[in-house]
């Protein structure tokens, strides 16, 4: 299966999440910046509230793509410790980076959501929404983050996932929905027909909208 776009993504999850519609005791979090547009369809049809909920990458310093671990809000680390080994990284180095990560995740914390305030997701059930899921790295620092608030439930919802990175999530979210889960996984790109990346403004207007469009069903006629 693939998708025509992230949007298109978010619709046909929805579908699969229709017992979650109208519970004002759900909330979505989805992770910038691919995964707002795929929450901002699942939202929207099952007349939820959105939010962000902004994790960072932690790079091996000089390969940053290569991932040693990742932070998240409410000072959530999570190291990969043998990898840390294998590489000889020095713990001056891991400080340095999660250091400047930090204050990444600060400033798009704050440009995502400017003055409103984070959800508070105490004893509510939490969809965590990304574009894919490929190791699970990042989206095992997203469920920490969310479980120390002490929510009843975490569900990850993707559209498109290895089937590792399902295995790996299982074992920490109280549900996984995914969609596809590729044979020959390589990257969560093969399965999207357009992954043209998502900015911050097409981040800050999805969020909006859901804001507006949310609390204009609870406004009473």
Excluded: W
Excluded at 98 to 118: D, F, K, S, T, W
């Amino acid at each position: 299966m693939r998708f025509h776009n992230r949007a298109e993504a978010g619709r046909l999850l929805a579908t699969q999440l229709s017992a979650y519609a109208d519970r004002p005791d759900v909330i979505i979090l989805a992770l910038p910046r691919g995964g707002v547009p795929v929450g901002f369809e699942i939202a929207q049809a099952l007349n939820l509230p959105l939010d962000v909920l902004v994790v960072r990458k932690l790079g091996v310093p000089g390969y940053e793509e290569l991932a040693i671990g990742a932070i998240a809000s409410n000072d959530v680390l999570v190291l990969n410790d043998d990898l840390i080994e294998e590489l000889l990284i020095s713990r001056d180095a891991i400080d340095s980076v999660i250091a400047h990560e930090q204050q990444v995740l600060e400033q798009r914390e704050q440009l995502y959501r400017g003055n409103r305030p984070a959800p508070d997701v105490r004893g509510r059930t939490v969809m965590l929404v990304d574009d894919g899921l490929a190791t699970g790295a990042t989206m095992r620092v997203a469920i920490e983050a969310v479980r120390q608030q002490r929510p009843v439930s975490i569900i990850v919802v993707v559209p498109v996932a290895s089937a590792s990175g399902c295995v790996n999530i299982r074992s920490f979210a109280d549900g996984v929905v995914c969609l596809a889960i590729p044979r020959d996984f390589h990257a969560v790109s093969q399965g999207y027909v357009d992954f043209s990346p998502t900015t911050d403004a097409e981040v800050r207007d999805l969020l909006h909208q859901a804001v507006q469009q949310y609390a204009l069903h609870l406004t009473p006629f």
